[in-house]
């Protein structure tokens, strides 16, 4: 019995192994690690409140808020990402993106709406390409990318003043 109990265990750690190998090697997540080194940034189409598509990298700046509905701390984010947009409407583009990906339209803009963000573009990132682009680890973070892709700031729930000085930076470049 002893000797069968070995022969169980050990057959469980191969599989294990062999289904972690399978995982850390072939799964989509190492083309994201990939492109935290220089390659190609995915581009993400979120709609604005009137419907209009915006390719994130675009023309200008983007300033990006990983959220999720659920999350509490979001809504304030989410509210200050809205007042830096009325104070900065051309400098760059704002755009909150779902990161639970499985929640429907309905709930993002509802989420928007009742924070006083529903003017900020969104997007859901279904299949969590631009989080794991980004290396996304804490909801309630916001991005700011160049026109190239390039991240230049990045802070869990920053202050309406951080996101103004990280976006006059940028416009100075």
């Known amino acids: 019995p002893r000797r069968r109990l070995l022969i169980i265990i050990g057959g469980v750690v191969v599989a294990a192994a062999a289904i972690a190998y399978v ?16 390659g190609a940034t995915p581009t993400l189409t979120a709609h604005t409140a009137t419907g209009t598509p915006l390719t994130v990298p675009g023309s200008r700046p983007a300033v990006v808020l990983f959220f999720a509905v659920e999350c ?13 947009q009325a104070q900065n409407p051309t400098r760059a583009d704002f755009v909150a ?10 709930e993002v803009a509802g989420f928007l709406t009742a924070n006083n963000a ?4 969104n997007a859901i990132d279904t299949d969590t390409a631009w989080a794991r ?20 700031f990045r802070a869990v729930e920053p202050s309406a003043q951080q996101l103004q000085a990280a976006l006059a930076k940028v416009a100075d470049r």
């Open 23 to 38: 995982v850390l090697c072939w799964h989509p997540w190492t083309d994201a690690a990939a492109d935290q080194n220089g």
């Open 72 to 84: 509490g701390t979001c809504g304030p984010t989410a509210q200050t990402l809205a007042q830096t």
């Open 97 to 106: 993106v779902d990161i639970a990906g499985q929640e429907p339209q309905s």
């Open 118 to 121: 529903a003017g900020v573009a």
């Open 133 to 152: 682009r980004f290396n996304i680890t804490q909801l309630s973070t916001v991005v700011i990318i160049d026109t190239t892709g390039k991240e230049v």
